[in-house]
């Protein structure tokens, strides 16, 4: 059954699929289509100014078109010139086509504008006039008194003012049109070479959807018409809520479709009220800010801009301008700022009365300065001079002791980071036979002995298990060193190392790749058999294994982990909230799913299995975590890489097992349905106290599972029903 339907599924998907791509490819052809139109349009329009230009320049230069208005006639002549001219004609032999001008006309203009322009010398074709249009004119008293009319109205003529110009020449209006045509085809073919916009998927982060919004405006839905087309578009660019809201839409064939799905996406994720709210959530989250951070000052200051200039449109944000959502923003800021910003408010005070209280912008602009006066880079150097200062290591009676890290133990393990420690420059000595060649550790005589004896004989000698020198003992945890077997590279002496075959039991009991993080051991339940079972009660992800009839119930929760590098890329999976824990620590595969690497670290590791375990892992910073609906984020403090955190998938709360319990139904719609492709990638410890710290508690009767939730979100602890347990098998893996 389940075969059938998932082949059912997928041939809708391939369905869709191929409809999907030939839309793509139509849209493809058309989009090419229409700019190949463009570009055929913007050619044919520029070879027409081209032509109509040239015809322009081929017309001026016609000799035919020769200005008089540039020469003028001597005024005493003029008369006698024309008599004379008209003379001529009318006794023209006709053995003689031109008769030249027995004179040259001479322009009344300035030299230097004259220079540039042609003179006309006598015998100038271009004056030359033919007889048979003479003969035509044949009556010399009208021609007389046509040119005669005409020479006496010529006036001299101003140079500047016979310059062509732009509001006065037909052809320098057609330029600049063309030339406005040839810069707005120059214009849109740079906007084409432009890199198209990426749009990235949507998660409904209510801050990041007005970004989302406008891209996917810009990308998709003004270069798509047909409704269906852009469900689809949704459908590809949205996730989580929001995906699940438009998936109804497709089977809707209507026009209106588009605008409705959008519309109801505008109301549950871009509402002001939405944003607003999701503002105020991320400023009551952030994390305070060190004395010494100016990095993280400047990041402050930077959301802080981004809230003011949200406050312009969104009006639920006029909170932020009260005194009582100042203060919440004041702790934020390091300790030496509060005063700083006293003075500022009672300098306010001071010039618009006592009842006033600065706003919301001048809180910004206070930050915004304190915070580039910290990241100029001679108080940087000076802060990272002193933590240089500060991390040197102490140095007592001529020996170099590291610092010692915070040490925080539980009933159930202690977690202790290592240091590198510098080895001892003392000379080798062997306290069994003398020798200087070589040292305890490695005397082969002394490694014949049986392991009670040479446990005997160090303790004799008054060395230390761990490093064999004198002055302190490993019980104490007064040794720093780090010991290494020769034989199986586990961190013990290799004159201490035990064989299987000498002693099976302990070699049992000892399981180098399980550190667990048992929580408290109690007293199990008497069966209905004579014999005493005991159970471990684990929060460390420990389980009694051939339980059939029983499953217990441990607090994990989905979340969505991010980094500082990437904030906007996160990563869902499983969280482990451990309050016996006195760490957190990650899986290296959620380390490379994030993109982040650490610092090798060393841990030292004690829990009910074994006790000072050194293990090697990375150690790394900058991580933080959101519930599942991102309404709330922590930042983590640092965390400890290990290969796996052992958990079954039984213990994972479901709505199925709150269903089944009166009390516990009013949280199965806050669980997530069980995902099997997600992992316990992260175990929270009690150094984040704001991801523990319950909220609220539903407790039920004295053996009922009970509900607890956080600010990472609902789980439900506790044994789902009690059946009388046949096995004393546990186990608990490491972190």
């Known amino acids: 059954m389940k075969t059938m ?9 391939l369905k869709y699929a191929r409809i999907e791509a030939e839309k793509k490819l139509e849209m493809e052809r058309k989009r090419w289509e229409v700019e190949e139109l463009q570009q055929l349009r913007s050619y044919e329009s520029a070879k027409a100014v081209a032509d109509a230009v040239f015809k322009l320049e081929e017309k001026e230069k016609s000799p035919d078109l020769l200005d ?15 008599r004379d001219y008209i003379s001529s004609l009318s006794t023209a032999s006709s053995e003689c086509n031109f008769i030249p001008l027995p004179y040259s006309f001479q322009p009344v203009v300035k030299d230097e504008y004259a220079s540039s322009q042609q003179r006309v010398q006598p015998g100038d074709k271009r004056l030359q006039i033919n007889p048979e249009q003479g003969a035509k004119n044949s009556d010399p008293k009208k021609l007389e008194e046509k040119i005669v009319t005409h020479a006496s109205s010529i006036t001299p003529v101003n140079p500047q003012d016979s310059r062509p110009t732009s509001s006065d020449s037909p052809q320098a209006t057609d330029e600049a049109h063309h030339q406005g045509i040839a810069e707005a085809i120059a214009e849109g073919m740079e906007a084409a070479r432009l ?4 749009l990235k998927v949507s998660s409904g982060d209510p801050l990041d959807w007005p970004t989302w919004k406008a891209a996917f405006e810009s990308v998709i839905e003004k270069r798509t018409v047909n409704s269906n087309e852009k469900i689809l578009y949704l459908l590809q660019f949205l996730s989580g809520p929001p995906k699940k809201i438009v998936e109804g839409y497709q089977f809707v064939q209507t026009q209106d479709a588009y605008r409705e799905a959008k519309g109801t996406l505008e109301r549950r994720f871009g509402h002001p009220a939405v944003v607003a709210e999701a503002f105020r959530k991320r400023l009551e989250n952030w994390p305070r800010i060190s004395p010494r951070d100016g990095i993280a000052l400047r990041d402050f200051a930077d959301f ?28 934020v800021l390091p300790s030496w700022a509060h005063p700083k910003w006293g003075v500022r408010v009672r300098d306010y005070q001071l010039k618009n009365g006592d009842s006033k209280f600065p706003p919301f912008s001048e809180f910004v602009r206070f930050v915004t300065e304190i915070a580039e006066v910290q990241c100029l880079p001679v108080l940087s150097s000076l802060a990272t001079n002193e933590s240089v200062k500060e991390s040197k290591p102490r140095i007592y009676k001529g020996r ?43 005397c082969q005589e002394f490694m014949k002995k049986p392991r009670k004896e040479i446990t005997q004989f160090i303790i004799r000698k008054g060395l230390c298990l761990k490093c064999l020198t004198h002055g302190h003992i490993s019980k104490e945890n007064k040794c720093e060193s780090v010991p290494s077997c ?6 013990h002496l290799t004159c201490l190392h035990m064989d299987k075959k000498n002693n099976t039991d302990e ?40 339980q059939q009839d029983g499953q217990d119930q441990s607090l994990i929760v989905p979340v969505w982990v991010s980094s500082s590098a990437k904030p906007e890329e996160s990563v869902l999976t499983y969280a482990l909230i451990d309050s016996q824990s006195n760490a957190t620590f990650i899986t290296e595969q959620l380390i490379k799913s994030l993109m982040v690497d650490g610092v090798k670290s060393h841990l030292q590791l004690s829990t009910m299995h074994k006790e000072d375990e050194i293990i090697q892992c990375k150690k790394v910073q900058g991580l933080a975590v959101a519930d599942l609906k991102k309404q709330v984020s922590i930042p983590l403090p640092k965390v400890y890489t290990r290969n796996a955190i052992p958990y079954k998938p039984s213990q994972i709360p479901k709505p199925e097992v709150a269903l089944q319990w009166d009390h516990l139904n009013c949280i199965a719609q806050e669980l997530m349905p069980y995902r099997g492709d997600l992992e316990v990638g992260l175990l929270i410890g009690t150094n984040c106290p704001k991801a523990i710290k319950p909220r609220q508690v539903i407790p039920g009767a004295d053996n009922d599972p009970y509900g607890i939730k956080t600010d990472l979100g609902w789980g439900i602890v506790g044994r789902e029903h009690f059946l009388p347990l046949r096995t004393v098998d546990s186990h608990c893996g490491e972190p």
């Open 507 to 546: 070699a049992e009991r000892y399981n180098p790749e399980a550190a667990a993080k048992c929580s408290q051991a109690s007293s199990a339940e008497s069966s209905h058999t004579s014999e005493d079972h005991v159970t471990v009660k684990c929060t460390g992800i420990c389980s009694v294994e051939g």
């Open 195 to 198: 890199p198209t916009p990426q």
């Open 400 to 442: 170099v002791r590291p610092r010692r890290n915070g040490e925080v133990s539980t009933l159930a393990a202690r977690v202790k980071e290592k240091q590198a420690i510098p080895k001892d420059e003392k000379k080798v000595y062997c306290h069994w036979c003398g020798s200087t060649s070589h040292g305890l550790d490695l």
């Open 304 to 331: 802080l801009k981004t809230c003011e200039l949200a406050m312009r449109s969104i009006e639920d944000l006029e909170t932020l301008n009260k005194q009582h959502g100042n203060k919440q923003l004041v702790k």
């Open 5 to 13: 339907t998932e082949l059912a599924r997928k041939e809708v998907e």
């Open 486 to 491: 020769a034989k199986c590279n586990q961190p």
């Open 68 to 82: 008089l208005r540039q020469f003028e006639i001597p005024d005493d002549t003029k008369e006698e010139r024309t």
